[in-house]
């Protein structure tokens, strides 16, 4: 066996499974928290990636520079969407499945609407460093997919600073844990879920920037990048950072490995083989113990 | 007629029972008392199968049905009632009933006739005038009569009342407790029941069994275990025993 | 309300049966082509709409791959026929074994998905469609990603199509009776009853692992049949045109808009949103028309979580009430 081309496949499965994490924790989140599952997740990574894009191409701007605005912008996007729609279903009484229904319709309206502004070619982020990469002996690791990891290290970090250290972070949690005794000490719990929820698509958004510059994307391909995410988040355990972290880098690890060996058409078949045997054996996440 | 032995079940590492046993006699009422979170609607749901527990063992009859699916464990003949109550919502009172009718033990397979022992039921527990209401509309008191019917329906030898009078006014009270009367003399069945009202305990009840962190601390006639200074501490605290 | 004892509609009876003779003998009016492949869609889609009914719209168990067992059905004929060289006359038989097959499938599968609740049951039941779409266009002896040519037969095309349309009506009207027997039920009681709240089903005696296996088999048998019948309708099926994760949403849309756990409901679902699709499929590009779609799903979410027929039964009820 080629030992160096196992390295190879080790370092860029883990430094892709960095992405996954990113593009699942929000994911997390909102099933965990806000107890919404948002198949349109995946698709507000592709928009940014489209933003992203645009950026670049027409003015110019590194990726990594482009992402605050568009992150920004996603944040309100995804309160807006949290006010029209998911609000008026959170006193229904099986919501995860209403909201699986109502964000796989809003899934649908994101890819197409891309579809007619970007049309279905695949697109690549190309940014001035994009062909450099840092050799350390055979191996070589390309520029972008070290950029892509900071940036899923940097924005895991913030959002689970964001929860256990602010005091609204605080507040999502406390609220969806007890929702009454929250509302008696004056948490808005509408407000809350908004604001996890903007935060949620924006970490979609930088997830997908850092995947776009790893990998083509195009319109369709959310739906591939959404079975990442439930993979991820159904092995890490739903609504824990830390588990999402750590399976992002295991199923990234299996990933690269896969790549390596396995013939390319069969990939996507062992990766939701995976997720069902996953689903049957441990629903609850294979860090956690107990029920 | 069913009895339970060394029951034990943790959640996560937390202990919620610590091998209980208990015995209850044909025909009586056993009452289970016992502080919030001292297991009482986990022993429960072991017994109908909802949960299965970590050791011990639960029989009814000599035959020992733990680890039995819950409809099994229906179709031997134990019924019961959920502490909060679950109605299926989306139907009517009358369904709610025929379904128990249709699936309890020696179930009426046909639907017409199923409707009419469900109209009866309706009949038996002041219901009927309210059999086409959707279920998840009625006040709470009416609630907790359907989980009764609704647990009748399924011909119970034994049946677990979980807290079917909290939340109930003075009223409201007489009336369930006068109902639960009734069902143990005229359906002839054997009642197991989880309360925290102490007056319908007393009431109500030929026995008590007294838990607190999932271990059985006192067991016997209300008056003894209402007397028993271990229950007294854990549970009732210094104002019932005053009162009492 | 609907209820789990059938109402009494008068003339009900008459009325379905004039229209479903008129259906019957239209392919002996000579039609046009178009006519009549339109209503053959629409026969389609209400077949795969009432079986997902039986395990999404009774039991609430939302199945988004269900698709697979419509193109299991499809290659398991379009194999057969093709391999070997068999004639029309054996697409029943053929494809109620494909439609067996699907069962089959099912019922492996089933056993161990259905004890997976909620959205991880939704979850695994999609990625299961994907599964069996890429071991599809991987295994060779299905023809891969180019898919299967059936032999041509002697026939008239004008005689298949009006062969096939008459097999899919057939079809959609034993389903059609099948769900609605299954509705007013000891089964079909059951299975509202898990919907509602599986644990309380149990504690009622009702077997839920059992009956929702047994609906989750039925409900994959119908369309692995019709199945059967719409590959040798089209003569030629690929992966991408049997396993198209739309048909999947599209049954999905159909059975929530009319309204599941009523046969009524996913019927007029599937018939209005056949219409629909097929308006939008010929005036409007694909994309336009699934924005359109995405927001029929929000909407029927938001505004009409009991779906058409339920909405339409209230209004009328309420009328009848007032005029009192």
Known sequence: MNFSLLLQSLISGLLMGGIYALLGVGFSLTWGVLRVINIAHASFGILAAYGAYWALTLLHVDPVLSLLPIVGLLFFMGMGIHKAIIQPITRAREIMVASMVLTFGLAIILENTMLVIWSPDPRVLTPSYAGRAILLGDIGIPMTHLVGFGL?????????????????????????????????????????????????????GAGGIAMAMMYAFDPAMHNLWLIFVFLVVIVGGVGSVFGTALAGLLIGIITGLCMAW?????????????????????????????? | MLKGEGIYKSFGGLMALKGVDFHLRRG??????????????????????LYRPDSGAVYLERRRIDGLKPYQITQLGIGRTFQIVRPLAHLTVLENVAIGVLYGRDGIHQMRRAKARAEELLEFTGLAEKQDQPAGRLPLADRKRLEL????????????????????????????????????????????????VMKAIMQACHRILALHHGQKIAEGTPQEVAGHPDVIEAYLGSTYADRL | MRSIWPGRITGGWIVSVIILCSLGILPLLSPKVYFLSLLYMVFLYVVLAESWNLIGGFAGYLSFGHVAFFGIGAYTTAFLMSTFHLPVASVLPISLLGGLVSAAVALVVGYPCLRLRGPYFAVITLC???????????????????????????????????????????LMVVVLLVVRGIEHSRLGAGLIAIREDEDVAQCLGIPAPRIKLLAFVLSAFFPGVAG???????????????????????????????GGGSWAGALLGAVSLSFVNEFLTTFVRAEIARILYGMLFIGVILFLPNGLWEFIRNASFKRAHAER
Request: glycine share 10%; hydrophobic share 55%; with cysteine.
């Open chain 2, 149 to 196: 019917a609704r647990a009748l329906a399924t011909r119970p030898s034994v049946l677990l009342l979980d807290e079917v009078f909290a939340g109930l006014n003075q009223v409201e009270m007489e009336e369930a407790i006068d109902l639960v009367t009734r069902i143990r003399v005229e359906f002839g069945v054997t009642i197991f029941m989880i309360e925290h």
């Open chain 1, 262 to 291: 396995v013939p390319y058409h069969w990939i996507n078949a062992i990766t939701f083989g995976i997720l069902m045997i996953v689903l049957l054996i441990r629903p609850h996440g294979i860090f956690r113990t107990g029920v």
């Open chain 3, 228 to 258: 059967g019948f719409h590959a040798c309708y089209l003569t030629y099926i690929s992966p991408v045109i049997v396993f198209d994760v739309m048909i999947s949403i599209l049954i999905v849309l159909m059975t929530l808009l009319g």
């Open chain 3, 128 to 170: 299961f469609a994907f599964v069996v779409q890429i071991l599809v266009e991987n295994l060779p002896f299905f023809g891969g990603v180019e898919g299967l040519w059936l032999t041509p037969t002697k026939e008239t095309v004008a005689f298949q199509r009006a062969l096939y349309y008459e097999l899919m009506m057939g």
């Open chain 2, 28 to 49: 009586e009422v056993l009452g289970m008392i016992g502080p919030n979170g001292s297991g009482k609607t986990t022993l429960f749901n072991i017994i109908s199968g």
């Open chain 1, 152 to 204: 899923s290290l940097v924005g895991i970090l913030l959002i689970s600073l964001f929860l256990h250290k602010t005091h609204i972070g605080k507040a999502v949690q406390a609220t969806w844990q007890e929702p009454e005794g929250a509302a008696l000490v004056g948490i808005d719990l509408h407000r809350v879920s908004r604001i996890a929820f903007g935060l949620a698509i924006s970490a979609a």
